[in-house]
């Protein structure tokens, strides 16, 4: 399988309602038609009403994909995976921040 867990990150994340999530998985998630847009670092690189993500290079094979709330005084992290750039599967790294979603762990999506 080209995702596993990583580590549980050293903040727990945010969870989020169903209605949240959905936003996430209907709204924000289906911005992202390459994987490409995911290897390289960008700031806001998509947005939705309450969330946005943000790519930043990890190591020269990695990057690291955020989901945040976009209101500043939150600011809290809901979703995390680490892309390394032989990734293939756009399916698979949206599938595994949905995960990420879920169970609260980074992942690392090869």
């Not at 903040?11 to 709204?27: H, P």
């Not at 955020?66 to 698979?92: D, F, K, N, P, W």
């Amino acid at each position: 399988m080209p995702s596993s867990k990583s580590h549980q990150p050293p903040r727990e994340f945010t969870t989020t309602s169903m209605k949240l999530r959905g936003e996430i998985r209907d709204v924000l998630l289906p911005k992202i038609t390459d994987l490409d847009v995911l290897k390289h670092p960008a700031e806001r690189l998509v947005s939705s009403r309450s969330f946005q993500m943000h790519v930043r290079e990890r190591d020269a094979a990695t990057t690291q994909v955020v989901v945040e709330y976009r209101s500043i005084h939150i600011g809290s992290t809901v979703a995390e995976i680490h892309l390394q750039h032989s990734a293939t599967s756009l399916q698979e790294a949206i599938d595994t921040l949905l995960t990420s979603l879920t169970d609260g762990w980074i992942w690392q999506v090869s």
